[in-house]
């Protein structure tokens, strides 16, 4: 059941993402284009995701668990630290270079178009890259 959940919330996803033009890199780097073809779609599109989620997070976290597990899993820290604000930036400069993020160019995948493959490799490796460092770090902290 939750694995059937997850497919069905990760193809709504999809197809709304597919819908709303976010797969589409020029859609997103013309938002960011303020001085040239300033697309402000993406402000609406955001938005909307703002909105149902801020209603959809009262509505559901009303319950005492969720549908498919014990208990809800929310994040318990609220402080910025180095690697939030780090990680955000990060993902900033690229979703303005490249014109994906994640959410965009996993949908996108199944148009087979190479500038997508080699993001979501670019971005596997730097996930595998970021790990290893971390346990690197991790490492040498617990040796010293």
């Not at 993406?42 to 703002?50: D, E, I, K, N, S």
């Not at 014990?70 to 402080?79: A, I, V, W």
């Not at 493959?117 to 730097?126: C, D, H, I, N, Q």
């Amino acid at each position: 059941m939750r694995l059937i959940g997850s497919y069905i919330i990760g193809l709504i996803f999809g197809i709304g993402i597919s819908i709303s033009g976010m797969a589409n890199p020029a859609k997103v780097t013309n938002f960011f284009d303020f001085a040239g073809i300033w697309d402000p779609s993406l402000a609406f599109v955001m938005g909307g995701a703002l909105i149902v989620t801020f209603f959809g997070y009262r509505y559901v976290l009303k319950n005492t668990a969720p549908m498919v597990d014990t208990k809800f899993h929310l994040p318990t820290r609220r402080d910025l630290d180095v690697k939030l604000l780090g990680g955000s930036a990060l993902f900033g400069v690229g979703w303005g270079i490249a014109g994906f993020c994640p959410g965009g160019a996993l949908p996108a995948i199944g148009t087979g178009r190479t500038e997508v493959l080699v993001f979501v490799g670019a971005m596997l490796a730097g996930i595998f890259a970021a790990k290893a460092l971390q346990n690197m770090i991790a490492g040498k902290a617990a040796t010293a």
